[in-house]
């Protein structure tokens, strides 16, 4: 697990991203004053955060989602050895069923559904787009509701590349029944057409939710802005 855990690190501190095992340890502690018992991973790519969290004292049941191919692949084969977490046939998640196309980047975790702008490639050179991927896409409405009801007190994780707005979008349904939520969410329009932080934070705060942490994510370690940071709310 060791190895695991260094490794994941060493892949995200190339692209930018800065994760610290006090952030883990935070992110964690939280999850247990809270009594999570399930982690509904949206944008699950390889596996990394859900491979943390069980680092860091998570127990509690998991299921992952994720569209592209590869990495689905590899997460597949990290959570089989775990019996609490599942990983759902490769899907992606947002606010309608049905096909959609997605853009595949070259460091996978920076893929999307929505078009990259400069403002990210820029930074991280890795990340520009080099195919497209079709894959089928469903509402959280429409599959996670049989884990929801089997829990009492429920996370959704999103981590989808600018498309946060529109996860929520078509999770209205089962909302009112999630404790806690932890979300991507930028400061500065990387992907056309996304919702920034000011919106997600009022959307959430309206829907019952109350801002609990921040964790610093997407960085511009030429110049030190961040770009992206990652927040955790929880009903109080």
């Known amino acids: ?44 790519n390889k596996g990394q955060f859900s491979s943390s969290i069980r680092r860091f004292g998570y127990n509690g049941k998991i299921v992952s989602f994720e569209p592209l191919i590869n990495a689905h692949d590899q997460l597949s084969k990290i959570a089989g050895v775990d019996p609490k977490w599942e990983v759902y046939p490769r899907i992606a998640i947002g606010d309608h069923d049905g096909k959609i196309e997605i853009n595949v980047a070259g460091n996978s975790v920076s893929s999307s559904i929505l078009p990259m702008l400069k403002s990210h490639s820029d930074v991280a050179k890795k990340s520009e787009y080099i195919g497209k991927e079709v894959v089928d896409i469903y509402k959280l409405d429409s599959i996670s509701k049989q884990y929801v009801m089997n829990a009492i007190s429920p996370l959704i994780k999103i981590d ?14 089962i909302l009112p029944r999630i404790k806690g939520i932890l979300c991507e969410m930028s400061l500065v329009e990387l992907y056309k057409g996304q919702h920034l932080w000011m919106d997600i934070l009022n959307r959430l705060e309206k829907e019952g939710f109350s801002l609990w ?5 997407f960085t511009d370690i030429k110049n030190g802005r ?4 990652d927040a955790t709310f929880y009903r109080l």
Not at 14 to 20: D, E, H, M, Q, R
Not at 164 to 170: A, K, R, T
Not at 213 to 217: A, E, K, M, N
Request: proline share 0%.
């Open 1 to 44: 697990m060791k190895i695991l855990k260094k490794n994941i690190l060493k892949i995200i501190d190339k692209l930018g991203y800065v994760v610290s095992k006090n952030d883990l340890i935070q992110l964690c502690s939280s999850i247990n004053k809270f009594n999570i018992d399930l982690v509904l991973d949206v944008g699950a």
């Open 213 to 217: 942490s921040i964790h610093r994510g």
């Open 226 to 229: 961040t770009l992206q940071l």
């Open 160 to 173: 989808t590349q600018g498309y946060e707005w529109q996860v929520l979008d078509g999770a209205k349904e």
